[in-house]
């Protein structure tokens, strides 16, 4: 067990709806990561948190926004969903010490499927 | 633009066998290597990583080959077993700190390992 919780586990949907996937990071971790998983195009990086901030961006949609809460847990919102969408969506977290030389490995969680119909 | 080239896509092995996955990359900002491990139903693991100050890093019967001049690096799974059976991904990073921040992975290599 990674230690970072993902929910839901399952989520089905019609096109153009909006959903909110939920991450609780590991205890004492600061960093939150986006990443969507699909058949063809691998484990993508959508976007990063540190401690409330965003920190890094990656290949994000406009429809799709996430935020970092206070106690440290995360929301990634999709919109205007598209049958395109539909994949796996995991959560990671790290220390993520900023330190140079320090390795911050990446623990993730068991993943949302998402599946628009 | 795939920064991150990984081959074979599949890959069976007998038992007792030795696993080679393949990585190339293009950023030499790239700095940090890791290695997941994912089994079906999970979500990936970290397995090994090394970074680009060493050649060969060993944990157990992982091993990671770097070649920073070619820009690849390799896993070796000695004595495969069927419980090695899953998806791996190699993955690199060039932020600053040599952390985990925006990892890009290659596109994974599913593993079987025979009996």
């Known amino acids: 067990d990674s230690g970072v919780t993902q929910t839901p586990k399952h989520l089905i949907t019609a096109t153009g709806q909006r959903v909110t996937l939920r991450c609780s990071p590991r205890?004492?971790?600061?960093?939150v990561y986006w990443y969507q998983q699909s058949l063809d195009q691998g484990l993508q990086f959508l976007i990063q948190y540190y401690n409330g901030e965003e920190r890094a961006k990656g290949n994000i949609l406009e429809r799709f926004s996430a935020q970092q809460f206070p106690d440290l847990h995360s929301e990634l919102n999709l919109s205007s969903l598209e049958l395109g969408d539909s994949a796996l969506y995991f959560c990671a977290s790290s220390e993520q010490t900023g330190t140079r030389g320090l390795l911050s490995p990446l623990h993730f969680g068991n993943g949302t499927r998402l599946t628009v119909t | 633009q795939q920064q991150v080239k990984q081959s074979p896509q599949s890959l069976i092995v007998q038992k007792g066998g030795i696993s080679i996955i393949n990585c190339a990359y293009e950023?030499?900002?790239?700095?940090?290597f890791p290695w997941y491990q994912q089994f079906p139903g999970k979500g990936p693991a970290l397995l090994i990583a090394i970074r680009p100050d060493v050649s060969e890093k060993k944990e157990g019967r992982f091993t990671i080959s770097f070649n920073k001049s070619a820009k690849q690096f390799s896993l070796h799974i000695m004595d495969s077993q069927p419980g090695d059976s899953a998806t791996y991904f190699c993955a690199a990073s060039a932020r600053p700190g040599g952390g985990a921040d925006g990892l890009t992975f290659g596109k994974g290599t599913h593993l079987i390992i025979q009996p």
């Open positions: 950023n030499t900002a790239f700095d940090y």
């Open positions: 205890s004492g971790d600061l960093s």
